[in-house]
Antibody, heavy 118, light 107 residues
Framework: QVQLVQSGTELRKPGASVKVSCKTSGYTFTGNYIHWVRQAPGQGLEWMGWINPKNGGTYYAQKFQGRVTMTKDSSITTTYMELSRLTSDDTAVYYCARSGGLYSYGFWGQGTLVTVSS | DIQMTQSPSSLSASVGDRVTITCRASHDINNYLAWYQQRPGRVPKLLIYAASTLQSGVPSRFSGSGSGTDFTLTISSLQPEDFATYYC?????????FGQGTRLEIK
């Protein structure tokens, strides 16, 4: 079965970076884009961008351009989202999700809480 | 970028009620519209994709309609487990966008 398993809770200081992983299994890694979505406490869902695991191509939301980097390691079917220059506004749960054309985001990771605090 | 306007932002209803949530796109998105349910502390769950296709395993009391710019999610007879937050999501072209969410509460 399709699974997306994310890395654990992170605590960072302002100005630092964080790298969240999303380990996928149960399907062909190169067959579907992986999107990253975040949710600040008590807030809605915010789309951050995607990575194409086939060729490493990426697209980032304008808000995060220059601060976010999405990468992949095909040997372990894992994608990563790294966010730099963190502020308290980046405190959120970060999700990876698998897209599939008209199917939208049928599968999600369990979420990774990132807390930014001095 | 295409904006998504979801309404209402909150809604109070009773078990057994029929409720409708709407989502409007600022430009034509064809039928690339999905609906998700999120319970507190849980991962969003896909309910409807392609505007009107029910995700496998989702109860038939949920339905979606619309095309172009105007979309609706209808729950025909609310059950206790349906009280949650609902989000629309457009995915026809980059960037993807989510609606602001509708919090469905028990009256």
């Amino acid at each position: 079965q399709v699974q997306l398993v994310q890395s654990g809770t992170e605590l960072r200081k302002p100005g630092a970076s964080v790298k969240v992983s999303c380990k996928t299994s149960g399907y062909t890694f190169t067959g579907n884009y992986i999107h990253w979505v975040r949710q600040a406490p008590g807030q809605g869902l915010e789309w951050m961008g995607w990575i194409n695991p086939k060729n490493g191509g990426t697209y980032y939301a304008q808000k995060f351009q220059g601060r976010v980097t999405m990468t992949k390691d095909s040997s372990i079917t894992t994608t990563y989202m790294e966010l730099s220059r963190l502020t308290s506004d980046d405190t959120a749960v970060y999700y990876c999700a698998r897209s599939g054309g008209l199917y939208s985001y049928g599968f999600w990771g369990q979420g990774t809480l990132v807390t930014v605090s001095s | 970028d295409i904006q998504m306007t979801q309404s209402p932002s909150s809604l109070s209803a009773s078990v057994g009620d029929r409720v409708t949530i709407t989502c409007r796109a600022s430009h034509d998105i064809n039928n690339y519209l999905a609906w998700y349910q999120q319970r507190p502390g849980r991962v969003p769950k896909l309910l409807i994709y392609a505007a009107s296709t029910l995700q496998s395993g989702v109860p038939s009391r949920f339905s979606g309609s619309g095309s172009g710019t105007d979309f609706t999610l209808t729950i025909s007879s609310l059950q206790p487990e349906d009280f949650a937050t609902y989000y629309c999501h457009k995915y026809n072209s980059d960037p993807d966008t989510f609606g602001q969410g509708t919090r469905l509460e028990i009256k």
